[in-house]
Antibody, heavy 121, light 107 residues
Framework: EVQLVESGGGLVQPGGSLRLSCAAS????????MTWVRQAPGKGLEWVAN????????YYVASVKGRFTISRDNAKNLLYLEMDSLRPEDTALYYC??????????????WGQGILVTVSS | DIQMTQSPSSVSASVGDRVTITCRAS??????LVWYQQKPGEAPNLLIY???RLQSGVPSRFSGSGSGTDFTLTINSLQPEDLATYYC?????????FGGGTKVEIK
């Protein structure tokens, strides 16, 4: 059974940093593109970043470029999102999700339950 | 960036009704479109990919159509468990973008 479990969220002050983790199991993690998608409270979905299987190709939404870094550790089946210079508008539930195809289809067939990040003083 | 516009933003229908949700892309995306269902308090669930292909395990009352800029998600014979918000997403170009969502309520 495919499972994605996020951790590392919490309350952080504006300008602060946080690192999210996503533990993957039930599939060959190193064979799939992975992604982070976020959802502000009561709002819609926003794609944040994607990473290729080897970690050598990454894409970001403009609003987080230069502040967030997506990475992965295929030996540990872990996906990360390093978030720096956090702003109140980054407050959201952050989901990790799996892209179902090896070449990167840019949609997502398995999602974690999400982890809440709150940026507030 | 490609803007995705969904309508209506909400719809109320009775059990057994047919519900249609539309999604319009700001530029042509061929069939590079997917639909998700998000039930209250849950993560999104993939329903349709490549505009019209039903994801494994999804009930056949869900169907998708369209290409280019205009797309439709249809729920035939609405069921109580279909209470959810539905999102379209274009998979054609980075940044990947979602529609604003359509909330489906049961009368």
């Amino acid at each position: 059974e495919v499972q994605l479990v996020e951790s590392g969220g919490g309350l952080v002050q504006p300008g602060g940093s946080l690192r999210l983790s996503c533990a993957a199991s039930g599939f060959t993690f190193s064979s799939y593109w992975m992604t982070w998608v976020r959802q502000a409270p009561g709002k819609g979905l926003e794609w944040v970043a994607n990473i290729k299987q080897e970690g050598n190709e990454k894409y970001y939404v403009a609003s987080v470029k230069g502040r967030f870094t997506i990475s992965r550790d295929n030996a540990k089946n872990l996906l990360y999102l390093e978030m720096d210079s956090l702003r109140p508008e980054d407050t959201a539930l952050y989901y990790c999700a799996r892209d179902p195809s090896e070449w990167g289809s840019n949609f997502f067939d398995y999602w974690g339950q999400g982890i809440l990040v709150t940026v507030s003083s | 960036d490609i803007q995705m516009t969904q309508s209506p933003s909400s719809v109320s229908a009775s059990v057994g009704d047919r519900v249609t949700i539309t999604c319009r892309a700001s530029q042509g995306i061929a069939s590079w479109l997917v639909w998700y269902q998000q039930k209250p308090g849950e993560a999104p669930n993939l329903l349709i990919y490549a505009a019209s292909r039903l994801q494994s395990g999804v009930p056949s009352r869900f169907s998708g159509s369209g290409s280019g800029t205009d797309f439709t998600l249809t729920i035939n014979s609405l069921q109580p468990e279909d209470l959810a918000t539905y999102y379209c997403q274009q998979t054609n170009t980075f940044p990947l973008t979602f529609g604003g969502g359509t909330k489906v309520e049961i009368k």
